[in-house]
């Protein structure tokens, strides 16, 4: 009895640390995109008439189904930590796959939102025909900020993407149990991390008016 309580013990303690762990890089995570938050708020402020042409002319229709995309994911991703919680390993592996398959959905997406706007002439840095009809210095500005904000973005979904399968396998080969979920939890935390920072992409880059005068 002593030696299980030991065990249980060390489990214990195992998690808190992960979960510490965990919460420092989310933070961290956090004070790296908000440097990205202040330069785009700096410069709207000083091109408001540039950065409103660049959410009137972007891709509306992409960014809102993406965002949907998210928010089903964080969902499923949710429902698997549950599932594994209460000993439904199958279904805590598969929602964790369909997790990542959602995460796969909002990358075809945004490749093909890409591919849009390079067909239109909007290329990062400024590039292109489309910086010609629409010359003002805050629209250069606002697409090369888009480019370099998303694609970060992007490049942590793939990363989640490759965790969640990771964890998916584990599941599956019961080296993630009801005993010990932090894992799969953990994993989960990262991709909620994932999915806000797009809800802060999301009105900045789609929704947000400018002064287009």
């Known amino acids: ?62 960014g809102t189904v993406n965002t949907a995309v998210l928010l089903v994911s964080s969902y499923t991703v949710a429902l698997g930590v549950h599932a594994l919680r209460n000993g439904r390993a199958r279904a805590a592996a598969g929602l964790t ?63 989640g993407m490759g965790i969640l399968a990771w964890l998916a396998a584990r599941v599956l080969r019961g080296s993630v149990t009801p005993y010990a979920p932090h894992p799969l939890a953990l994993g989960a935390v990262y991709w909620h991390l994932v999915d806000l920072v797009w809800i802060f992409l999301w009105p900045l880059f789609y929704l947000v008016p400018g002064n287009v005068r």
């Open 1 to 62: 009895m002593s030696d299980a309580s030991a065990d249980f013990e060390s489990l214990e303690k195992q998690a808190h640390a992960a979960s510490l762990g965990m919460w420092v890089f989310v933070a961290s995570e956090f004070l790296f995109f908000a440097g990205f938050f202040v330069l785009y708020a700096a410069y709207r402020v000083e091109h408001p008439r540039g950065f409103g042409v660049g959410v009137e002319t972007n891709t509306l229709a992409y």
């Open 97 to 159: 796959a369909l997790t990542v398959l959602f995460g796969g959905c909002f990358l075809a997406i945004k490749t093909a939102e890409y591919l849009h706007h390079f067909r239109e002439g909007i290329f990062p840095g400024g590039a292109g025909d489309f910086f010609v009809q629409h010359p003002d210095p805050g629209t250069k500005i606002f697409y090369t900020l888009y480019f370099c904000m998303t694609g970060l973005h992007a490049i942590h979904v793939t990363v």
